[in-house]
């Protein structure tokens, strides 16, 4: 059984740091693309950042370039999401999601969630 | 930047048919997906490649697509369907940005 479980959520005063984890767990982790998606309360769905496989290769949505950066430990099937100098608008849930065999970087597995919170 | 358009509600009845569009330029060239998100849920993947079913979603869930439109079509909706749904792409290079639409609030009246 697939299993993704974030950490690392919680409060933070704008211009401050976070790190975000993803236990993966239930498939061959190297053999997938990986995501995160965040979503603002009440809003929609909004991708974030996603890392190829091997972890040569990532991608960041306009808002998080230079400010996230997505990273994965194979060894340790485990997904991150650094996030720096954040911002009020950076506020959600925030998804670890795992790249489906459809392909167009479509899920098919998403974690549970944990909250970011960016408030003074 | 690409972006995806859908109603922000879609209401019915139990038993009847829902139907919720999702429109974008690059539509014609590349797949669509859907999710179905309930209230404090992670998303669930219910359409693939336009209109494709992954196993253990209910046969009510259909997808097809014309032009520069996909839609997500419940048949029968019953209660357990209220819902957002979303729709998901790409642009016409197939690669990143990953694109959702803003979602549509499905209400069984």
């Known amino acids: 059984e697939v299993q993704l479980v974030e950490s690392g959520g919680g409060l933070v005063q704008p211009g401050g740091s976070l790190r975000l984890s993803c236990a993966a767990s239930g498939f061959t982790f190297s053999n997938y693309a990986m995501n995160w998606v965040r979503q603002a309360p009440g809003k929609g769905l909004e991708w974030v950042a996603a890392?190829?496989?091997?972890?040569?290769?990532?991608h960041y949505a306009d808002p998080v370039k230079g400010r996230f950066t997505i990273s994965r430990d194979n060894s340790k099937n485990t997904l991150f999401l650094q996030m720096n100098t954040l911002r009020a608008e950076d506020t959600a849930v925030y998804y670890c999601a795992k790249d489906s065999d459809y392909g167009d970087h479509s899920v098919d597995y998403w974690g549970q969630g944990t909250l970011v919170t960016v408030s003074s | 930047s690409y972006e995806l358009t859908q109603p922000p509600s879609v209401s019915v009845s139990p038993g009847q048919t829902a139907r919720i569009t999702c429109s974008g330029d690059a539509l014609p060239k590349q797949y669509a997906y859907w999710y179905q998100q309930k209230p404090g849920q992670a998303p669930v993947l219910v359409i693939y490649k336009d209109s494709e079913r992954p196993s253990g979603i209910f046969e009510r869930f259909s997808g097809s697509s014309s032009g520069t439109t996909v839609t997500l079509t419940i048949s029968g909706v019953q209660a357990e369907d209220e819902a957002d749904y979303y729709c998901?792409?790409?642009?016409?290079?197939?690669?990143?940005?990953?694109?959702f639409g803003g979602g549509t609030k499905l209400t069984v009246l």
């Open positions: 998901q792409s790409a642009d016409r290079s197939g690669s990143y940005p990953v694109v």
């Open positions: 890392i190829s496989g091997s972890g040569g290769s990532t």
